[in-house]
């Protein structure tokens, strides 16, 4: 009796899958941070060890290992470098440089059209009114 | 620590998709091709695997390494995975290294793969960009793209890098794949063609970035004594380096330039280092293999570099923190044709990451892979045409990253027979 032969050349058979998790994600030793934002306050940490600032707090210092302290930003601060993003609609991304304070700050900037940002550009902090507890509750905008 | 030896190596065709194999049928037919170069050598000599791949959101199938090495029959010898992000393929050249240098292993696997078509190519943005602090910088509507282009445009402020400078890369390295068989993207193309391509973040445009891609790619290193009784074309393990800098661009510091062998500490006054304009771990990465290797200055000591070019600009920045011009310079070096096949020092000949793809977990292997066959002298035999082929070359430099510049690695290849 001729044995049946397995099926062979036929094209691969693809399923669609669903995958879905929500996570419960802490901002734990950041929390203070957007804490902050809520209340309209931009919060670098600052090491009084070694007198490094970051804008983009570290709750430990990266040079000496310590526990750092927070301290208020300056809202007005210069764009270090930028992009457009050009996903649906356009958005500008920036780096934001404050005097007297050794790293930077990443955020969207509002209000600028495209080919308008330049390096250097004096910026300033807004707010979200209504907080959704996310680094977007931040954004900047063209100064004066 | 022994001598290692790259032996063999082997890569599939990458392309953007590949639903008739699975990652472990695509890591076999690299295995197949790199062991069929090395008759000799038998799976029962194989000591160990590391095996590569970037991101479980991709793959969806936790242990992925662990079902690799049982297809490939080598249960129960030991495996393992790494990951780095885009290093990811040069870690595990490097931990294959560690495993033949330390004794461990006489003949040791590294196998590569990933699968990027399980998912679209917005939501595969996505899941790159969660290798990007997810506190801070991957709620922004972060993508890759953007963070490099952010250094892109630094770049451009601090040296005068230009956009065309950024796109004659992308001429070159697709170009380079028009030869390349295993490449997903041969094109030849004009710096218009590139600039009129559709922006994705200013200013890097469609092409300028390197495609989503299904492939695997494996390579094999063995000791001294191995090597020599399996082939006539044995390449050396030079050098290897790597680095590491902050996840966060943000955060990177701006101090002082880690001079190079061949650089005297104040060549670059005033260049606050690395910022985010240039990349330390790639730095730290070429200080560390040039120092095992011997090598004091990389212009005059390399015949040719495969570099992660994951965007035009990576490449442009990866010629100056590797030395092979001086920072601000990695522009007009591509410019003047120094770094095109026929050039001084020939980067990505393969076609890099552009040409041919970049399917994260193969993509450092695969590099490690044409850089022994150009070692070997063995380009006509594998792609079929001479064209790639660096006449000559007897020294060759991988180098490969994650993140945005925060894993790197740097391998340096010698012809040894």
């Known amino acids: 009796m001729k044995k049946a032969q397995p099926p062979s050349g036929i094209d691969p058979i693809i399923i669609k899958d669903h995958h879905e998790i929500d996570y419960l994600h802490s901002y734990a030793q950041d929390s203070p941070f957007f804490a902050g934002l809520s209340q309209g306050r931009l919060l670098g940490t600052e090491c009084k060890g070694c007198g490094i600032r970051y804008a983009t707090p570290r709750r430990h210092c990266m040079e000496c290992g310590k526990e750092t302290a927070w301290f208020d930003l300056p809202l007005a601060g210069r764009v270090h470098t930028w992009t457009t993003c050009y996903l649906e609609e356009p958005f500008h991304l920036v780096l934001v440089e404050f005097r007297g304070v050794d790293t930077l700050f990443l955020s969207r900037l509002v209000g600028a059209g495209e080919g308008e940002v330049k390096v250097g550009m004096r910026v300033r902090a807004q707010f979200l009114k209504k907080p959704k507890f996310r680094a977007t509750d931040v954004y900047f905008v063209p100064e004066g | ?417």
């Open chain 2, 1 to 417: 620590m022994r001598d290692v030896y790259l032996v063999a190596g082997g890569v599939t065709r990458f392309a953007r998709a590949q639903p008739r194999m699975d990652f472990r049928t695509m890591v076999k037919e690299a295995y197949d091709l790199a062991m069929g170069d090395v008759p000799e050598l038998k799976p029962k000599d194989i000591g160990m695997t590391v095996c590569s791949y970037f991101s479980d959101h991709f793959t969806r199938q936790l242990m992925a390494g662990a079902m690799v090495q049982d297809y490939l029959g080598l249960c129960p010898k030991p495996s393992r995975r790494v990951e780095g992000g885009g290093a990811t393929g040069g870690l595990a050249i490097h931990s294959a290294y560690e495993a033949v240098a330390s004794g461990r292993a006489d003949v040791c696997l590294a196998c590569g793969f990933e699968t990027m078509s399980r998912v679209s190519t917005r939501k595969g943005n996505e899941i790159i960009a969660l290798a990007s602090d997810t506190n801070f910088d991957y709620p922004l509507g972060g993508f890759y793209t953007a963070y490099y282009a952010m250094m892109a445009v630094r770049r451009m402020h601090e040296f005068g890098t230009t956009a065309d400078q950024m796109a004659l890369v992308s001429v070159k390295n697709h170009g380079n794949a028009v030869h390349n068989p295993f490449a997903q993207a041969p094109a030849r193309l004009t710096v218009e063609d590139v600039r009129a391509s559709g922006l994705i973040a200013w200013p890097l445009t469609r092409l300028d970035c390197s495609l989503m891609s299904d492939g695997a790619a494996v390579a094999i290193l063995c000791d001294r004594e191995t090597t020599f009784s399996i082939t006539d074309h044995p390449v050396l393990v030079k050098g290897v380096g790597a680095g590491t800098d902050t996840m966060r661009m943000a955060d990177r510091p701006r101090g002082r330039v880690i001079p190079l062998p061949h650089e005297r500490a104040g060549d670059y006054r005033g260049l606050r280092y690395p910022g985010v304009h240039s990349c330390r771990a790639d730095r730290m990465a070429a200080k560390a293999a040039y120092a095992q290797a011997g090598i004091r200055d990389p212009r005059e000591e390399l015949d040719f570099a495969e570099l992660y070019d994951a965007y035009t600009s990576a490449e442009i920045q990866a010629y100056e923190d590797l030395g092979l011009c001086r920072y601000g310079e990695g522009g007009s070096f591509v410019e003047e044709g120094r770094s095109a096949l026929g050039g001084d020092l020939p980067v990505n000949p393969s076609g890099g990451l552009l040409g041919c793809g970049h399917p994260i977990g193969a993509t450092g292997l695969m590099q490690a892979v044409f850089a022994l066959w150009q070692l070997q002298g063995k380009m006509k035999e594998h792609l079929g045409s001479r064209r790639l082929q660096v006449r000559g070359a007897r020294r060759g430099l991988v180098h490969s990253h994650g993140g945005t510049g925060t894993y790197s690695t740097v391998t340096v290849l010698e012809r040894a027979g």
